[in-house]
């Protein structure tokens, strides 16, 4: 397979990540009762590096 090569990809820190895109350390979710365990990944997930703040219904998922 003549012109593969191996792609070498560097990844960033956590604060490169994040960078600017949430000044302020604080989120946003919008959620509903439709909402499920996507969402509630997202939330728990970000919960102990910032601020999450829930707008919205209890979502229906697991609370994983």
Do not use: C, H, W
Not at 29 to 34: E, F, G, P, Q, V
Not at 38 to 47: C, F, R, V
Not at 49 to 57: A, E, S
């Amino acid at each position: 397979m003549e012109g593969l090569r191996d792609a070498q990809t560097l990844f960033r820190n956590k604060t490169q990540n994040l960078g600017n895109t949430l000044k302020g350390n604080r989120v946003y979710i919008l959620t509903s009762s439709r909402t499920a365990s996507a969402s509630e990944l997202i939330i728990n997930g970000l919960k102990p590096y910032m601020d999450v703040f829930i707008v919205g219904d209890q979502t229906t998922g697991k609370k994983m």
